[in-house]
């Protein structure tokens, strides 16, 4: 399984990588709707787009966006192979591919929009990404099914805890969304400058914050990025590994290698952080 290790390798091979991956799984359909949606996004995040300012979120980025992508797609064609699950058509995996290639422009400002970063919307990103993509499929020619399914997928990578419950029309749609959801942490916590990027994340958290002080907030924000570092592997284990098994019904597992208990390299890297974090943490107490 191809899994990209540095920022340029991704920008660059990853829309090559997902093409060969659909075509593994859909060889008798060629995805250009997916296509044109990566096209327009890429040209959003970089400032190309008449309604968007270029991102300038310090960590949900076009990297974190095309890792999430190529995990999904990932997802998509295991499961063409696996009878454990549903195999979902290509109708519906176009659809699943196209929420996950959308599903943080809500970071993006809009046009003109010249205060602060877009970590600023972090609260409601969700939302401003439902709509940005459901604009842009409606300009595609897409029917009001096929949109409210997309919306429903971006809204498994909502956090708050709060979130309004998920309306899926079938148990397919139910499987691509929790594929959407699963590639959104997966792609997260396994990229190999997660930690690096931590004191990113929380620069986020942080304006968002001061930006909306009377808006109710998705977790608890620590103090420090270092507060946020120590408690990342109490978070894995408390929140998201519950979210990966039980709300998106452990469809991570396409990914191991034999399914479904073979080794998983998403799971492997993202425990491989939790226990670099542990082991400096010994170490400190220690000194």
Known sequence: MRFFET??????????????????????RTPELPMRALETVRKAFYGN???????????????????ASLCCMQLVEKNIHCPAFISLTPEMAELAWIAIL????????????KEGSGAKHSFVHV??????????????????????????MILCTEYHPQRPAIHFDSEEHRLAGCMVGTADWLAQMAAPDYLLKLPFLHQEMLEAR???????HPMFIPDTDTELLESTPRFFDQLVKPKLEQEFEGVFHLLSDPFPNGPNPYLDRIL????????????????
């Open 272 to 287: 491989k952080h939790l226990e670099n974090i542990n082991q400096n943490s010994r170490l400190m107490s220690k000194g």
């Open 102 to 113: 959308f599903h943080d422009t809500g970071y993006l400002k809009d046009q003109g929009d």
């Open 210 to 216: 001061n930006a909306s002080p009377d808006t109710p």
């Open 7 to 28: 920022k340029s390798e991704v920008i660059e091979e990853t829309e090559s990588v997902m093409q060969a991956l659909w075509r593994r799984a859909y060889p008798n």
């Open 127 to 152: 939302s401003r990404s439902q709509i940005f993509a459901a604009k842009w499929m409606s300009h595609q020619g897409l029917n009001e099914t096929s949109i409210q399914r997309v919306n429903s």
């Open 49 to 67: 787009h008449p309604d968007y300012e270029a991102n300038d979120a310090p960590y949900h980025d076009l990297e974190h966006t095309l890792r």
